[in-house]
């Protein structure tokens, strides 16, 4: 029997429902102009106090004077790579994984950050915890209002990255428009792999840097369920990350097993999707349920992944996640009555 994707709302359950052939994601070909047209692209930096966020932003086109805006995405990266490197992944001969060139060919402005300690931005002796990463979305979410004039965004997180955005969300309710949550995880209960990461918990509190090699880079691809995904990718994710160094901040894996949880569903005020793959083995759907039925807003959806594990930007069924999260994000306005 075949796997189906399950929606979760508020006023029914409808399965399969994303997987239709003749929605308009899946019926555009890969090879249109407008998949293979350049993108426009440009570099940004932020500032928090002292520290410098390296942002960056792609869209189909460039932005000219006196042209209605464009729909805002920013997307939020985890633990382990920084935002350039997860959303905009060059993988020649694989396929497409850049989740910005395919939501700016969606019609979107796409944005992401490095966080503090990540990537390009400033290096620190902080964390880098979920706490100091919401500062940093603050001060990201203000340049994009400045540079674009759009005060309202759409946010996508995965994995800590979805908890960074889910308290962002809660502290800023009056700049999302509309939050998705990729492999989120609420308070963590019976986790596989949060049990496991717990064993390292004293070494979280007395250090704020871990190893993050090339080899910690390829467990990601299998160590849900090997075969969903591609580890030839994660060969082209650890060519890149590497430029940064072989470590990477502890403060996000403290949070996910001693602080949970970290996002209070009842401030979380925005349209919300709940993403998980069907072998993540972190965001369990007992986890993700409970949350889901605190949320206040009627507007929420909880959609399982078949085929995919705890990553649905690298798995081999991305285009799932793309299909999932771009219905959410061009549903048609409630009527008034």
Not at 74 to 98: K, W
Not at 193 to 209: D, M, Q, S, V
Not at 285 to 290: C, I, K, N, P
């Amino acid at each position: 029997m075949k796997s189906k994707i399950h929606i979760l709302s508020r006023r029914s359950v409808v399965t399969g429902a994303l997987l239709a052939p003749s929605m308009a994601l899946a019926k555009r070909p890969s090879t249109t102009k407008s998949a293979t047209s350049k993108i426009w692209s440009n570099e940004y930096w932020a500032q928090k106090g002292d520290v410098k966020l390296y942002m960056f932003r792609k869209r189909a086109t460039a932005p000219r004077v006196g042209e209605a805006a464009l729909p805002v995405l920013l997307l939020v990266h985890g633990s382990s790579n920084s935002g350039r490197v997860s959303f905009d992944l060059a993988t020649p001969g694989r396929g497409e994984y850049s989740v910005m060139n395919e939501f700016s060919r969606l019609g979107f402005d796409t944005w992401t950050l490095d966080h503090e300690n990540y990537g390009r931005s400033s290096q620190t002796q902080g964390n880098s915890d979920i706490a100091s990463g919401v500062e940093d979305l603050k001060a990201g979410v203000e340049l994009i209002a400045r540079e674009t004039g759009q005060q309202k965004i759409h946010v996508f997180g995965e994995s800590s990255g979805a908890i960074r955005a889910g308290a962002y969300a809660a502290a800023r309710p009056e700049r999302v428009d509309r939050l998705v949550l990729g492999a989120f995880t609420y308070k963590g209960d019976n986790s596989p792999t949060l049990t496991e990461r717990a064993k390292g918990l004293e070494f979280y509190r007395t250090h704020n840097r871990r190893l993050r090699d090339r080899a910690m880079i390829r467990s990601i691809f299998t160590r849900d369920k090997a075969g969903t995904s591609d580890p030839a990718v994660g060969e082209f994710l650890a060519d890149e990350e590497l430029k940064f160094g072989d470590q990477v901040p502890t403060g996000t894996y403290l949070d996910m097993t001693a602080n949970l949880p970290l996002v209070d569903p009842a401030k979380v005020q925005a349209p919300v999707l709940l993403l998980r793959g069907e072998y993540d083995g972190i965001a369990t759907v007992d986890d993700l349920t409970d949350f889901f039925k605190r949320l206040p807003n009627g507007d929420r959806q909880f959609i399982i992944l078949p085929g995919m594990a705890h990553s649905v930007v690298f798995g081999l069924n991305r285009q799932l996640f793309w299909h999932a999260m771009h219905a959410f994000l061009t549903m048609p306005k409630l009527a008034k009555g």
